[in-house]
């Protein structure tokens, strides 16, 4: 069965407490180039059946009302599983 992945992200201006505390994390062992981390969700959806141009439109539609929130999220991505 095919899968389709959507991928959310914090906007850009705002803040993410728990990447930049990751960042500091990984810092604190040794990886000095890593600068800055941003944590995201990452949705994995199994469909029964073919995944067809009208069913990607329905899941960017429920990626955007339900998986994220308008207000500080953005939809980065969805693409079907290889």
Same mark, same amino acid.
């Given at each position: 069965? /095919?899968?389709?992945? @959507?991928?959310v992200? /914090?906007?850009?201006?705002?803040? +993410? /407490?728990?990447? #930049?505390a990751?960042?500091?994390?990984?810092?604190?062992?040794? *990886?000095?180039?890593?600068? +800055?981390?941003?944590?995201?969700?990452?949705?994995?959806?199994?469909?029964?059946?073919e995944v067809? /141009?009208?069913?990607?439109?329905?899941?960017?539609? @429920?990626a #955007? *009302?339900v998986?994220?929130? *308008?207000?500080?999220?953005?939809?980065?991505?969805?693409?079907v599983? +290889?």
């Amino acid at each position: 069965m /095919p899968k389709v992945i @959507v991928e959310v992200m /914090p906007k850009e201006v705002l803040l +993410d /407490p728990a990447g #930049k505390a990751t960042a500091r994390a990984l810092q604190r062992f040794g *990886d000095g180039e890593i600068t +800055d981390v941003r944590i995201g969700k990452r949705f994995e959806i199994t469909i029964e059946g073919e995944v067809t /141009p009208k069913l990607l439109e329905h899941i960017e539609e @429920v990626a #955007k *009302d339900v998986l994220s929130n *308008d207000v500080i999220e953005d939809v980065i991505s969805i693409r079907v599983a +290889d």
